[in-house]
């Protein structure tokens, strides 16, 4: 299965700022995924980051505020921009290489916005 | 739109003790239903996947089992350890990338 690398681990971030995350995946993947997961909730889908175009945003989700790069098939980055307290959750960065296949992610990234 | 359920929520059991966790969902037209396990502050790790024209998966102390058209899946632990304790969120893919359901956070007392 893909080994999946995800930085920074955690950060505390000021109101305002913005942050980028990094995915780096240990193999070629066809499908990479962006989820944010609020305190006490569930997995929500944020975007699927497509390799050479645009990203595919889910409802509720926007570019401006999650922009994300996807430039070859072992890496993403997603950044949170303009950051407020209710940014402040688990960011997972997600692989699927064959649909017959289990996805995988990654420990997540735990961003706190003070 | 696909919804996902889980119960219990919260579920607390003495060592040694099967156990089962359910998940249900609306729509049956799923391509395949995945049990992950996320320990505190942690990612998610895999443990099964259920291909929707399978009716079970096995492995180790964990069965999966899925009835698509009851929209119902279940994970029985078998034996359970302290090392179970974790929350168990079971997720599903159709038409969309997985959609997960709110977990069921599990411990197993010694």
């Known amino acids: 299965s893909a080994v999946i690398s995800q930085k920074p681990s955690r950060d505390i971030c000021q109101r305002g700022t913005s942050l980028t995350i990094q995915c780096q995946v240990d193999?070629?993947?066809?499908?990479m995924f962006w989820y944010r997961q609020q305190p006490g909730q569930s997995l929500t889908l944020i975007a699927t980051?497509?390799?050479?175009?645009?990203?595919?945003?889910e409802s509720g989700f926007v570019i401006d505020k999650f922009p994300i790069s996807r430039p070859n098939l072992t890496f993403s980055t997603l950044t949170v921009s303009n950051m407020s307290p209710e940014d402040s959750s688990i960011y997972l960065c997600?692989?699927?290489?064959?649909?017959?296949?289990?996805?995988?992610f990654g420990d997540g990234t735990r961003l706190s916005i003070l | 739109k696909q919804e996902v359920t889980q119960i219990p929520a919260a579920l607390s059991v003495p060592e040694g003790e099967n156990l089962v966790l359910n998940c249900s969902f609306t729509?049956?037209?799923?391509?395949?239903l995945q049990w992950f396990r996320q320990d505190p502050g942690k990612g998610l790790t895999s443990l099964l996947l259920?291909?929707?024209?399978?009716r079970e998966q096995t492995s180790g102390r964990l069965n999966a089992s899925l009835d698509k058209s009851s929209g119902r899946s279940t994970l029985y632990i078998a034996a359970s350890q302290p090392g179970d304790s974790a929350t168990y969120l079971c997720?599903?893919?159709?038409?969309?990338?997985?959609?997960f359901g709110k977990g069921t956070r599990l411990s197993v007392i010694a």
């Open positions: 729509d049956s037209a799923i391509y395949n």
């Open positions: 997600s692989v699927e290489g064959d649909p017959n296949q289990p996805q995988h």
């Open positions: 980051a497509n390799q050479g175009s645009e990203a595919t945003y």
């Open positions: 193999s070629q993947v066809t499908m």
């Open positions: 259920i291909q929707s024209s399978q």
């Open positions: 997720a599903v893919t159709g038409n969309t990338p997985l959609v």
